[in-house]
């Protein structure tokens, strides 16, 4: 199949060497010029605009944007727009806000265009050798479409969500659900970490993975982690996040339900990124000023 790609990012270099392993006609586009020599030399065909890039898809057009959530998403999508007819799809393969993609599927769709959201996990060798795709939109331009999802997909790894917002909405969900994991593995680790046994954390981390309830992909990347960097003493515990854990947060509150812990490991990033906290020094304050209790002076 023919399909244009916006974005040659980490995740959609991969993803259009991906969709080419299959077989499919794509012709890309990214603002940086070396990246687009780049993909050429794997044999895959540029256009050097997005105009340009539409003029190469015959017939009924489909192309997938791969660029970041919010404001890169919108600038594309603008600008592609008016190069796209009725009937025409464009795939959001990013980690879009669900509410952000409702709003823009209603928009294009007064032109007629179709607008599939597409959840993309598995991370950089997924794009590569096989995701986990999550779509929601029209059915009918899933249809359209579903062959693109099956073969960038591992094997049952891609899911007809339903209208449009689902597949981000259903991503979304995923990346809380990975804070969680996450979390609760670093914080076995820490316990780990602060006891008195001498322990190997890579064969800890291998061990759980043969056999044990907690084996999984998280956990064989922490053995991969602790394999390059015995007890990680090379990078430091600062985690940014990119949004899709608030947002699950924001959503839970707002449906009123409980997700103490998916809350609590986005709280733990956010702490992540200061040393010092001034609510900390707040409470140290008042102890000190009700109880006498001992202060630590800053330096
Ligand atoms: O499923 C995946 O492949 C990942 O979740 C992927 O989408 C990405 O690594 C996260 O968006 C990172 O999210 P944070 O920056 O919020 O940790």
């Not at 959001?92 to 959201?117: E, P």
């Not at 947060?249 to 997700?259: G, H, K, N, R, S």
């Not at 702490?271 to 330096?299: I, M, P």
Request: net charge negative; hydrophobic share 40%.
């Amino acid at each position: 199949m023919q399909i244009g790609l916006i974005g040659l990012g980490k995740m959609g270099y991969n993803l259009a060497l991906n969709l080419r392993d299959h077989q499919h006609e794509v012709v890309a586009f990214d603002i940086s010029a070396e990246t687009m020599e780049a993909i050429s030399k794997e044999g895959v065909a540029t256009a050097p605009s997005i105009g340009e890039l539409t003029q190469q898809l015959q017939g009924r057009k489909v192309v997938w944007v791969m660029v970041p959530a919010g404001a890169p998403t919108d600038a594309v999508l603008k600008e592609l727009a008016p190069y796209l007819a009725m009937g025409d799809i464009v795939i959001d393969g990013g980690n879009s806000n669900y509410k952000d993609t409702v709003m823009r599927a209603t928009k294009l769709k007064l032109s007629g265009i179709h607008l599939l959201d597409c959840g993309t996990s598995g991370g950089l060798s997924g794009a590569r050798h096989g995701a986990c795709t999550m779509v929601g939109g029209d059915a009918e331009a899933f249809d359209h479409c579903e062959a693109i999802f099956r073969d960038v997909s591992v094997e049952k790894g891609y899911l007809y969500t339903g209208k449009s917002g689902s597949g981000h909405f259903v991503k979304m969900v995923h990346n809380g659900v990975e804070y969680g994991m996450m979390q609760a593995i670093a914080e076995g680790f820490e316990v780990l970490h602060k006891s008195d046994f001498d322990l190997n954390y890579k064969e800890v981390a291998r061990v759980w993975n043969h056999g044990s309830v907690v084996r999984s992909w998280l956990m064989e990347l922490v053995e991969n982690a602790f394999g390059k960097d015995p007890d990680l003493s090379k990078i430091r515990g600062i985690m940014h996040s990119s949004g899709e854990g608030k947002w699950t947060v924001e959503a839970a509150l707002e449906m009123e339900v409980p997700t103490p812990v998916i809350a609590l490991s986005l709280l733990m990033r956010y702490r992540s990124q200061e040393n010092d906290t001034f609510s900390g020094k707040v409470v140290a304050a008042l102890r000190n000023e009700f109880g006498g209790h001992k202060v630590e002076q800053a330096e």
